[in-house]
T-cell receptor, first 111, second 113 residues
């Protein structure tokens, strides 16, 4: 059973455009929702994270939007740049339990 | 502060051979994890450890073994390599299992032929 469903699997965006990646979760008790960014040949690294007491968190060009009632959260990358081309993973965790990861989204930003 | 280091970076194994993937962290984290990453399948948890001497199975433990004799090291052992174990393996560590950042190593790419 996949507890975190991530879409799309791949995404192509033009430079300057907005990239949007969505995740849906099933367990309403999840209390931590991080996004990881992975460049080719590298390990994932934390990009931004949110807790369910807020509906949005912004760090530079990256924003997480959180919809608790819909059990969804999304990553928005504004003014997408070729350097943002990477694989993005959403995840969700509950308390002291190990996070569950989505399957990842491969983002390509064309110059 | 090197973070999480993994060796080797790449390895080719023949079916039936064994090997150990090394993982070391210098952040004094109690929690360590081994994941495998296959295209389009995300990160699958193989084994994890909550401290020296304590390990537990994750989602896909078959064909693997681990040990945790020190806080710093968490090696992953493949006893009888199979083509299905061709993958990229990531080691990670964290100060807590949930609600905190996981720090990943650079990965080991394994090809079993």
């Amino acid at each position: 059973q996949q507890q975190v469903k991530q879409s799309p699997q791949s995404l192509i965006v033009q430079k300057g455009g907005i990239s949007i990646i969505n995740c849906a979760y099933e367990n309403t008790a999840f209390d931590y929702f991080p996004w990881y960014q992975q460049f080719p040949g590298k390990g994932p690294a934390l990009l931004i994270a949110i807790r369910p007491d807020v509906s949005e968190k912004k760090e530079g060009r990256f924003t997480i939007s959180f919809n608790k009632s819909a059990k969804q959260f999304s990553l928005h990358i504004m003014d997408s740049q070729p350097g943002d081309s990477a694989t993005y993973f959403c995840a969700a965790s509950l308390g002291s339990y190990i996070p569950t990861f989505g399957r990842g989204t491969s983002l390509i930003v064309h110059p | 502060n090197a973070g999480v280091t993994q060796t080797p970076k790449f390895r080719i194994l023949k079916i039936g051979q064994s090997m150990t993937l090394q993982c070391t962290q210098d952040m004094n984290h109690n929690y360590m994890y081994w994941y495998r990453q296959d295209p389009g399948m995300g990160l699958k948890l193989i084994y994890y450890s909550v401290g020296a001497g304590i390990t537990d199975k994750g989602e896909v433990p078959n064909g693997y073994n681990v040990s945790r004799s020190t806080t710093e090291d968490f090696p992953l052992r493949l006893e009888l390599a199979a083509p299905s174990q061709t993958s990229v393996y990531f080691c990670a560590s964290s100060s807590r299992p949930g609600g905190e950042t996981q720090y990943f190593g650079p990965g080991t790419r394994l090809l079993v032929l």
